[in-house]
């Protein structure tokens, strides 16, 4: 029943948060309950329609408007949170977006290269002009090419997140991860200037189960003020759909390290790092006050909330609790008690708020 009220989704539902190495049935996931709990997901009404296959939406930090990656649409759209779009530019297939702290944004796109090739490239647009008759205007800014796959036409970029210094990471796929010096399946570092520092150590390519270890990455998401970041990838081939790495400065040491990693005794039974619990989480963002952690899963229909010690919230949520309004979500941001879910099957970005902080 879709009337803007969603049922979270219940902690210990049999056979879907266990720690094996099964992945679970999806058929299992629980239908919605006939009664609420206290606090659940309120849907605000109307949702944002228009978008074809869009793939990444974020909030601006500094003015509060929505960009969105229009993949199939071949565009970025600016709007206001009213819902109303201020601007668009033509680009090809984006699939990632952020904003850094000088108002620029950073897009996760494809060129056609010299040769006919289509590969993968991550831009900048100068959103921040001298000319107040091109500020902030998608279809009159500057737009550089900062990199492009020239070598490797068929990676790309599904995530981009920058820290509070304008340093930022690119996360980049790609088929072919059999090579030991330089797989596709990598998180890129660069620095404010867009000159490439180097792939995060911290992170191994290749299948397996070490918590590290990435193969098909999908989305990045930072913390304010911090270096600390998270990773979602696809789970073909690896047991943790989600990275949590803390960067760290001690005399001898300079970078990340998992915030929870279950080679660690006392972590083994933190939620976050419960091993096959996602099937392919797509996006991911964080609460920047309360520091909780949102994950969509593109496969699950859901959305899964943490907060800052890893516990799994209650108030998660999925196909089932909204009541079909979610049929693939990719894309997730939030900002001032409102999280926006992008659902690439249908085209709409959904608003979802706290049942604790709608105004009665």
Known sequence: MRNGVLIPLIVLVAGLFVACQKEFDISTLPRQPDTLLDTSYVELFPPFGGFAGAEDIAVGGNDGLLYVADTRANRIVMMNRAGQIMSTRTMLHPRSIAQDLRLDLLVGGEIVAPDGDTVGAIFRVHLVSSSQDTAHHLEKSRIDTVWRELAKPARRFPGLTVF?????????????????????????????????????????????????????????????????????????????????????????????????????????????????????????????????????????????????????????????????????????????????????????????????????
Do not use: C
Request: aromatic letters at 14%; charged letters at 20%.
């Open 164 to 360: 509070y210094d304008n340093t930022y990471i690119a996360a980049r796929s790609g088929p072919d991860n059999s090579s030991f010096i330089d797989p596709d399946g990598r998180v890129l570092l660069f620095d404010a200037d867009d000159r490439f520092i180097t792939p995060v150590p911290a992170l191994t390519t290749g299948t397996g189960s070490g918590i590290t270890n990435i193969y098909i990455p999908t989305g990045v998401a930072a913390f304010p003020g911090v270096k600390d970041f998270l990773l979602v990838q696809a789970s073909q081939g690896v047991a943790y759909g989600a990275i949590w790495l803390q960067y760290q400065v001690t005399s001898d040491f300079v970078g990340w390290l998992p915030k929870f990693d279950p080679a660690n005794p006392d972590q083994r039974s933190v939620d976050f790092i419960r091993p096959n619990r996602f099937l392919l989480p797509q996006a991911v963002a964080v609460d920047n006050v309360r520091r909780d952690v949102f994950i969509a899963d593109a496969t699950l229909d859901s959305v899964f909330k943490f907060n800052s010690r890893g516990t799994f919230k209650a108030e998660s949520f999925g196909f089932y609790r909204s009541g079909g309004a979610m049929k693939r979500p990719s894309g997730l941001a939030y900002f001032a008690t409102v999280l926006y879910v992008l659902d690439g099957e249908t085209g709409q970005i959904l608003r979802y708020r706290l049942s604790a902080d709608v105004p009665h």
